[in-house]
């Protein structure tokens, strides 16, 4: 990857093919192994589908953005409106072959960056499995919090999983 290179913008209906795809190999299957963020060893269902992806891009409270090295997806994340002056950050996803290369960190920044600038956030709300404490603790170097709240997993999984709810401050909204 050509770091300098990196471009970000929103998803349009034409890239949701590659972004589901990107999405469901980076969290499901072997291919998701390559990676340290996946959940393939937690959850065997698909991630999310076209379909859902779609809804997501076509309501204004939502923005699934996108990070391309030329004409490669690489990276994505989505950002919602919450109330007057908050936003939630979910599905994050990095290609798993670049992964732990800071690309995560640089999408995490800017979907922060667009959230306080977008929607006026002041304080960006996450959902992590908390079965996953090496995740928690990357938000966490990050500035995110624990902030006690849990939320159930919306599926049923044996062992039953749960949500630690996340928040940080944001500069600038």
């Given at each position: 990857?050509?770091?300098s290179?990196?471009?970000?913008?929103?998803?349009?209906?034409?890239?949701?093919?590659?972004?589901?795809?990107l999405?469901?190999?980076?969290?499901?299957?072997?291919?998701?192994?390559?990676?340290?963020?996946?959940?393939?060893?937690?959850?065997?269902?698909?991630?999310?589908?076209?379909?859902?992806?779609?809804?997501?891009?076509?309501?204004?409270d939502?923005?699934l953005?996108?990070?391309?090295?030329?004409?490669?997806?690489?990276?994505?994340?989505?950002?919602?409106?919450?109330?007057?002056?908050g936003?939630?950050?979910?599905?994050?996803?990095?290609?798993?072959?670049?992964q732990?290369?800071?690309?995560?960190?640089?999408?995490?920044?800017?979907?922060?960056?667009?959230?306080?600038?977008?929607?006026?956030?002041?304080?960006?709300?996450?959902?992590v499995?908390?079965?996953?404490?090496?995740?928690?603790?990357?938000?966490?170097?990050?500035?995110?919090?624990?902030?006690?709240?849990r939320?159930?997993?919306?599926?049923e999984?044996d062992p039953?999983?749960?949500?630690?709810?996340?928040?940080?401050p944001?500069?600038?909204?």
């Amino acid at each position: 990857m050509h770091d300098s290179a990196l471009a970000f913008r929103p998803a349009a209906p034409t890239d949701l093919a590659k972004v589901h795809r990107l999405i469901e190999r980076a969290y499901r299957g072997d291919a998701a192994r390559a990676g340290w963020t996946h959940e393939a060893d937690l959850i065997q269902t698909p991630r999310t589908s076209e379909a859902e992806l779609a809804d997501i891009i076509a309501d204004p409270d939502n923005r699934l953005l996108t990070a391309w090295d030329g004409a490669e997806l690489i990276c994505t994340v989505l950002i919602s409106r919450r109330g007057a002056d908050g936003a939630y950050l979910g599905m994050l996803t990095v290609d798993p072959q670049l992964q732990a290369g800071g690309i995560g960190h640089r999408i995490l920044a800017h979907a922060e960056a667009e959230a306080a600038r977008l929607f006026g956030a002041r304080t960006m709300t996450m959902w992590v499995i908390t079965v996953r404490p090496e995740l928690i603790a990357w938000y966490e170097r990050r500035g995110y919090r624990q902030t006690g709240e849990r939320e159930p997993f919306p599926a049923e999984t044996d062992p039953p999983l749960e949500f630690a709810v996340l928040e940080k401050p944001l500069a600038g909204g």
